[in-house]
T-cell receptor, first 115, second 112 residues
Framework: EAGVAQSPRYKIIEKRQSVAFWCNPI?????LYWYQQILGQGPKLLIQ????????DSQLPKDRFSAERLKGVDSTLKIQPAKLEDSAVYLC?????????????FGPGTRLTVT | DQQVKQNSPSLSVQEGRISILNCDYT??????FLWYKKYPAEGPTFLIS?????DKNEDGRFTVFLNKSAKHLSLHIVPSQPGDSAVYFC???????????FGKGTKLSVKP
């Protein structure tokens, strides 16, 4: 079974530029998450999708971050414009169901550096 | 305000000995707890979990203990192996919500 795929693996941009990350979850997984992991911290949830609907985006900085999950499969996360403090690893995870009890499977992450 | 706390940033253990990683939480709504292991340049991988209705769960060399009254859980690795060297994250969720709250992680180094 293929795991969660993410691209690109690394990205360097200048502040005020825009960037997009892509995630392909495990086949059949209805729930998809985007996390931000700043160096020295644990992953912090940005947004949670159930199929193509948003379940929780309370911690997404909506003035600059946006995410979509068209057709309930792949997802993209966009930052526009980027700030220095957005430098982090962006992790995508998927899970088969909505309720807790099933573990989340993480992709390798995209390391973003904003200069 | 951190709801999940891992107060030890690092831990060094000799190969063959026991590794004990600790985690505290503050939210009494949490009813499901997980440990993830992370190697450099990889995403976290699931290790072991425990529901709040249990106080112990064992899987091979890994055992998680939950003390609900103290809002504390621990991960025991016996015996520790050099391949266990990684960052370990404690995570918690309220089953009704499903999203995970992570601690900051503990870097475990197992020395041969």
């Amino acid at each position: 079974e293929a795991g969660v795929a993410q691209s690109p693996r690394y990205k360097i941009i200048e502040k005020r530029q825009s960037v997009a990350f892509w995630c392909n979850p495990i086949s059949g997984h209805a729930t998809l998450y985007w996390y931000q992991q700043i160096l020295g911290q644990g992953p912090k949830l940005l947004i949670q999708f159930q199929n193509n609907g948003v379940v929780d985006d309370s911690q997404l900085p909506k003035d600059r971050f946006s995410a979509e999950r068209l057709k309930g499969v792949d997802s993209t996360l966009k930052i526009q414009p980027a700030k220095l403090e957005d430098s982090a690893v962006y992790l995508c995870a998927s899970r088969s169901g909505l309720a807790g009890g099933d573990e989340q499977y993480f992709g390798p992450g995209t390391r973003l550096t904003v200069t | 305000d951190q709801q999940v706390k891992q107060n030890s940033p690092s831990l060094s253990v000799q190969e063959g000995r026991i590794s004990i990683l600790n985690c505290d939480y503050t939210n009494s709504m949490f009813d499901y707890f997980l440990w993830y292991k992370k190697y450099p340049a990889e995403g976290p991988t699931f290790l072991i979990s425990i529901s709040s209705i249990k106080d112990k769960n064992e899987d091979g060399r890994f055992t998680v203990f939950l003390n609900k009254s103290a809002k504390h859980l621990s991960l025991h690795i016996v015996p520790s192996q050099p391949g266990d060297s990684a960052v370990y994250f404690c995570a918690a969720s309220a089953r009704s919500q499903g999203n995970l709250i992570f601690g900051k992680g503990t870097k475990l180094s197992v020395k041969p």
